[in-house]
């Protein structure tokens, strides 16, 4: 599987030991956010992340830092990007199951490594159900922004309610 990966400063240390876990286990791994991260802002760092998700240039997306929460909430601002923090598993699991998430989340202070590739691995591993969760995930596309064209040529963004 092709997987993005970004971190701001809060989230080095935890994703350079889950990027060499996603490489031994066969996935190709693109880093899309800076190497080192002295001082930093996670909304800019996530973005390129966020971009590459919802233009398809990979599958899924992993952003580490302190919490995971704040570029979980930058992130969905970005229509095609479902993101989430979980801190287990079964979250992980459920929510690609259920939401069809895209972009993981996961906090360096509040996970530790072997949690952390336990989580990864059930985040990759999990696809997304039918039935109920799709007539869902619709609804939930329905909300998004959607761009369109006016008579001038010009992008605008609007919403499809």
């Not at 092709?2 to 935890?14: M, N, P, T, Y």
């Not at 996670?42 to 240039?57: E, K, N, W």
């Not at 360096?108 to 007539?135: M, T």
């Not at 909300?143 to 064209?149: A, H, Q, V, Y």
């Amino acid at each position: 599987m092709k997987i993005g990966i970004a971190a701001d400063h809060g989230g080095q240390r935890l994703k350079a030991s889950v990027v060499e876990h996603l490489k031994a286990s066969g996935h190709t791994v693109f880093a899309l956010g800076p190497e080192t991260t002295p001082d930093d802002d996670y909304p800019l760092i996530v973005r390129p992340l966020a971009d590459a998700i919802a233009h398809g240039d990979v599958e899924r997306g992993i952003f580490f830092c302190g919490s995971g929460i704040g570029p979980a909430v930058a992130a969905n601002k970005i229509a095609g990007v479902r993101a989430a923090m979980v801190e287990n598993e079964w979250s992980a699991r459920d929510g690609v199951e259920h939401v069809d998430v895209n972009l993981l989340t996961l906090g360096e202070r509040v996970i530790g490594e072997s949690l952390a590739k336990s989580i990864v691995d059930a985040y990759l591993g999990a696809r997304p159900e039918g039935g109920r969760h799709e007539r869902r995930r619709k609804q939930i596309e329905a909300i998004e922004p959607r761009p369109m064209t006016t008579a001038d040529g010009s992008s605008r963004i609007r919403r499809d309610v």
